[in-house]
């Protein structure tokens, strides 16, 4: 992962860029399989590595596939992304070590989740359980953001077709 | 691509199997990983690759734009819808309980009908945001 970041930092050129940017999901993927986490991992390899990447590249055909050489200095860019990664490598500072078992969220309702689900919704994976049944409203909330993301899409490049065929008359 | 015979075979031959593993990715995904956003991306994935081998009009006339856009808000109600179900049988917004006679049953039957929101509407805003892009370069303006 290392080394696909490094490529992809130091790549000029856009299409590559874009199927580093695949390679880099897929190996995220399989660092998701990794953690036991295979829900999120398939959402990664589908959308990140899949999805991203085709609507990237379908971007790409639309403009020129060569980086413009940058006309500002590089510093003020790189400090803010120095900055910003500080601060968060010091957030995770307070984090328990990772599978603490008393960290507290394992020990407010992940419990229950795990122990009651089964018997409470009768459906095996803890993660459909929660994020259909327990958390139906956060994921109702997820599916209008889904749902609010392409009705946005619609809006921007349609209305730039009519203003466009508005134009010339 | 549209004139490479290999591509065509195997995209035509690789499409009924995404789509099973589409739906298979859907409803099983009460026993394994999976659900509705992931299937709702891949059945999307199948109709993107049926685009790009055989051409943006093909998989516009396959799957019209009315249809996606459709899609796009039928997922939200439906996924309300099933909300809305639980309020007029008497309980909560979103309460799965009382959609069947026994509570275990009611959860199943809300978590599939939920699901199937999510992938809905998941896999109609994929298609419309690829369909948009790709169709903004050569639309005639």
Redesign the interface.
């Known amino acids: 992962m290392a080394i696909t970041v490094i490529v992809l930092v130091r790549s000029r050129n856009l299409f590559s860029v874009v199927v580093m940017g695949g390679i880099y999901s897929f190996l995220m993927a399989t660092v998701l399989v990794a953690l036991d986490a ?2 999120v ?3 990664e390899a ?2 990140g590595a ?2 991203s990447t ?2 990237l590249l ?2 790409l ?2 403009c020129r596939s060569e980086e413009a050489k940058s006309l500002r200095g590089l510093w003020l860019p790189l400090a803010v992304a120095v900055t910003t990664g500080g601060m968060l490598v010091f957030g995770t500072l307070d984090l328990p070590a990772f599978s603490d078992p008393a960290a507290p969220i394992h020990t407010h309702v992940a419990p229950r989740y795990l122990n009651d689900a089964l018997r ?6 803890v ?3 929660v ?3 327990y958390r ?2 956060d ?2 909330g997820e ?2 953001v ?2 609010t ?3 946005g ?2 809006a921007l ?2 209305r730039r ?1 009519n203003r ?2 508005a134009g010339p008359q | 691509m549209r004139h490479d015979l290999v591509l065509r075979v195997i995209a035509k031959l690789m499409m009924p199997f995404t789509l099973l593993f589409a739906l298979y ?1 859907q409803f099983h ?7 509705g ?2 299937a709702g ?2 059945a ?2 199948m109709v ?1 690759l049926y685009a ?1 081998i055989y051409g943006l009009d093909q998989a516009r006339k396959a799957l019209p734009d009315w249809l996606v ?1 459709t899609m ?2 039928g ?2 109600l439906l ?2 819808g099933v ?1 809305m179900a639980g309020l007029m049988l008497g309980g909560n ?2 309460d ?1 309980f009382v959609l069947h006679a026994d509570p ?2 009611g ?2 039957r ?2 599939f009908w ?2 199937a ?2 992938a809905v ?2 896999s ?3 298609l ?3 369909y ?3 169709g ?2 050569r ?1 005639p ?1």
Not at chain 2, 29 to 35: A, Q
């Open positions: 295979p829900d991992a398939m959402t589908s959308v899949g999805m085709v609507l379908s971007a055909y639309l409470e919704t009768g459906v095996p994976n993660v459909t359980d994020l259909a049944s139906g409203f994921t109702l599916v209008t889904v749902f993301a392409g009705a899409v619609i490049l349609r077709r466009k065929q | 990715v995904g009460d026993f394994g990983p999976g659900g956003f992931q991306v891949i999307a994935a993107i790009l856009e796009l808000a997922g939200v996924y309300a909300g917004f979103l799965y275990v049953q959860q199943h809300g978590i939920v699901e929101g999510v509407t998941v109609g805003v994929m419309k945001i690829f948009m892009f790709a903004r370069g639309d303006e």
